[in-house]
């Protein structure tokens, strides 16, 4: 097992679990970070063409000094504990939970601002005799810091940032990066946003993305897709799932996670953009 993340592939179908939503107003703290989990056979003979993508929550913690342990708390690998070094590319220790089995993994990539922090997890594990390489993408408050309490502004707020993913664009698979921009109307409820970059850390194929339509809950300071929502990947409609939240006392992130497809490919990563401009993703 080799901790490689699997891309999506091209035309592959995306099995959602969607996640309900409400609404409310006043000043708290996020509700615990909603996340997606792919799961996909690593050996191709046990494949059946379907990508598994459900809804999932998790949490990120700071373990020992530049480490963080990934904990799943709902969803199809409940329980699963993964403790890494908290850099992109680290190696990962895993307990996966049932049966107490352990794993390897892979912290893939990860992006970390100020209040918020996104990472994207592979995990390999049996189950019923059969080796899967999971993906786990999660957005939470920023290990170190902990919870904030979160208030909304008022009007329409551009955040600008990056995102990386897992991307498949026809026979083409790999990490795509890119710039990742979020435009909400906090007075509507309003989310809408852009992914656009390109596979091989931006020297391969261009990935674009536009999705609107997505619902904010002002109660939790979340937002995620619905079936109404629209996801266009490659300049076609796409299917496919994103959830994201707010974070810190003013909203000044917008961190979140994605999982989309069609006939020209699919992508499934994080992302983590910054309020009017300012810079606020960290180096790693």
Do not use: W
Not at 26 to 54: F, I, Y
Request: aromatic share 6%; proline share 5%.
């Amino acid at each position: 097992m080799n901790g490689q993340f699997a891309a999506p592939l091209a035309g592959a179908i995306l099995v959602l679990a969607a996640c309900g939503g409400g609404s409310g107003g006043g000043s708290s703290a996020p509700d615990p970070a909603r996340s997606l989990s792919q799961l996909h056979p690593a050996d191709p003979a046990n494949d059946s063409g379907t990508t598994e993508v459900q809804a999932s929550v998790a949490r990120v913690y700071a373990n020992a000094p530049g480490q963080i342990r990934m904990e799943m708390v709902e969803g199809p690998m409940a329980g699963m504990v993964v403790l890494c070094e908290d850099r992109s590319g680290a190696s990962c220790q895993v307990n996966a939970a049932r049966g107490g089995a352990t794993g390897s993994g892979a912290l893939v990539a990860r992006r970390k601002g100020n209040f918020s922090y996104v990472g994207m997890f592979s995990v390999d594990h049996l189950n019923n005799g059969v080796e899967y390489s999971n993906t786990h993408v999660v957005h939470d408050a920023e290990p170190t810091m902990g919870e904030t309490r979160v208030t909304l502004p008022s009007g329409v707020v551009r955040y600008d940032g990056q995102f990386v993913a897992g991307a498949g664009v026809g026979d083409r698979n790999g990490m795509a990066t890119g710039t990742a921009t979020i435009l909400a109307n906090f007075d509507s409820g309003a989310i809408s946003g852009e992914l656009a970059g390109a596979l091989n850390d931006g020297e391969g194929a261009p990935v674009h993305a536009v999705f609107n339509g997505l619902e904010l809950d002002s109660r939790a300071r979340t937002f995620a897709s619905t079936p109404e929502s629209r996801i266009r990947f490659q300049d076609m409609r796409a299917q496919g799932q994103i959830e994201g939240g707010f974070y810190g006392p003013s909203a000044q992130e917008a961190a979140g996670v994605f999982s989309f497809g069609n006939g020209a490919g699919g992508m499934t990563g994080v992302f983590l953009s910054c309020k009017d401009g300012v810079a606020c993703i960290r180096p790693e």
